[in-house]
């Protein structure tokens, strides 16, 4: 119908607008009654890039991204679900969650460190991190992108300590 497409322009000009509030709750009306929308996975991004980047409301961020990644596995949309669900498990001292997001023999590569390799020593790392009090991370995407199982993303980071002050950025 065209009802699911009107709202999803709303939403987009609210957006647009910088209307960040009344944006969210339009697309998560969408989400909501247009359960059979061609334009719901792109819906459920739009809410949780918004919470996540511009109302830095995480746990709702999560939750769109966790409704993305599950009822939407294959779509392009979902490598940037599974980006915010791995910050909210680094936010929340998850490294055991945040971990899951990877293969047994991933390869992370940050910036300016070593290349981390395998699952148990991602987790490793992640705790490592916490305890030296970086415990909070701020993420911006600059691209993500998958194929088949996997995937891999660039972009730009804050670490910050328990008052919100950066302590690294790359």
């Known amino acids: 119908g065209f009802q699911d497409q009107a709202l999803y322009q709303i939403a987009e ?8 509030q ?8 969408l989400v909501s009654r247009y359960r059979r929308s061609d334009l719901r996975d792109n819906a459920l991004d739009r809410a949780s890039e918004i919470y996540a ?3 830095k409301d995480y746990a709702r961020s999560e939750r769109y991204a966790r409704m993305l990644a ?24 998850d490294a055991k969650a945040l971990a899951a997001h990877y293969a ?3 390869t992370r590569m940050a910036y ?3 290349t981390i390799t395998g699952r148990a020593a991602i987790e490793e790392n ?12 701020d993420l911006t995407l600059t691209s993500s992108e998958t194929h088949g199982e996997m995937g891999w993303a660039t ?13 690294q950025q790359g």
């Open 70 to 93: 599950d009822e939407y596995p294959r779509s392009p949309l979902a490598a940037d679900a599974y980006n915010r669900l791995a910050l909210a498990a680094y936010n929340a001292g």
């Open 53 to 55: 980047t511009w109302l």
């Open 104 to 106: 047994e023999d991933a």
């Open 155 to 167: 972009g730009t980071y804050h670490l910050m300590d328990t008052e919100g002050a950066t302590v």
């Open 13 to 20: 000009g609210q957006y647009r607008q910088n209307d960040y």
């Open 126 to 137: 992640v705790i490592a991190t916490h305890g030296m009090g970086a415990v909070k991370i």
């Open 112 to 114: 300016q460190a070593p």
């Open 22 to 29: 009344r944006s969210v709750a339009t697309f998560g009306q």
